[in-house]
């Protein structure tokens, strides 16, 4: 079963709006979320990430909000630009047993910012 | 500074060829995991090393392998690939365990027939 959910695989948003981009999981021991962008035949880029110890955290024209209660996780881009138009990737970090930090990856959110 | 590599870029295979994918760090980070992505799928982790000389298994290992004799150097490899093995396979890296970001490489395209 997915612990990362996306539900929406695209989103469609004009040029000097807001994108909002969310994210459901289901494992209350998750503590830190990232949001990766990716482009066609590039790998995944980081872009934001916040703490289960926060409930927001902004970057610039992006802010992502938590809300541990409701188990999800939202993405702002304020405005939104053509050159945001990518598949958007959430994440949720996991210890894993030898050490190191395994991501688990939603099935990402496609958006497209028109002008 | 290249951050993560990856070589091949793109490789098509028969079933039951054997290949080994390369990923290259210069950021000299003690953490290394290779994943792969499937169509309409998150990424997915296949083994990943903590250092120099070890490696472990992620959520999907079964037919693959990995070595990490050098710290920059992680090697995925296929001894006998399957059509099922068709995928985007990206390597990533990271400083130290926990909250940091991983570095992912561009990717490389493999395809079974």
């Known amino acids: 079963d997915q612990q990362v959910k996306q539900n929406s695989p695209s989103l469609s948003v004009q040029e000097g709006r807001i994108s909002i981009l969310n994210c459901d999981y289901t494992?209350?021991?998750?503590?830190?979320f990232l949001w990766y962008k990716k482009y066609p035949a590039e790998g995944p880029t980081f872009l934001i990430s916040?703490?289960?110890?926060?409930d927001k955290n902004e970057d610039g024209r992006f802010t992502v909000f938590l809300n541990k209660s409701a188990k999800h996780l939202s993405l702002h881009i304020v405005p939104s630009q053509p050159g945001d138009s990518a598949v958007y990737f959430c994440?949720?970090?996991?210890?894993?047993?030898?050490?190191?930090?395994?991501?688990?990856f939603g099935k990402g959110t496609t958006l497209s910012v028109s002008s | 500074n290249a951050g993560v590599t990856q070589t091949p870029k793109f490789r098509v295979l028969k079933t039951g060829q054997s290949m080994t994918l390369l990923c290259a760090q210069d950021?000299?980070?003690?953490?290394m995991y290779w994943y792969r992505q499937d169509p309409g799928m998150g990424l997915r982790l296949i083994h990943y090393?903590?250092?120099?000389?070890?490696?472990a298994k992620g959520e999907v290992p079964d037919g693959y392998n990995v070595s990490r004799l050098k710290k920059q150097n992680f090697l995925l490899g296929l001894e006998s690939a399957a059509p099922s093995q068709t995928s985007v396979y990206f390597c990533?890296?990271?400083?130290?365990?926990?909250?940091?970001?991983?570095?992912f490489g561009p990717g490389t395209r493999l395809t079974v027939l």
């Open positions: 494992n209350s021991m998750f503590d830190y």
């Open positions: 950021m000299n980070h003690e953490y």
């Open positions: 916040i703490s289960s110890i926060k």
């Open positions: 990533a890296s990271s400083y130290s365990r926990g909250k940091n970001e991983q570095f």
């Open positions: 994440a949720a970090s996991t210890l894993l047993r030898q050490a190191g930090t395994a991501l688990i």
């Open positions: 090393s903590v250092g120099e000389g070890t490696t």
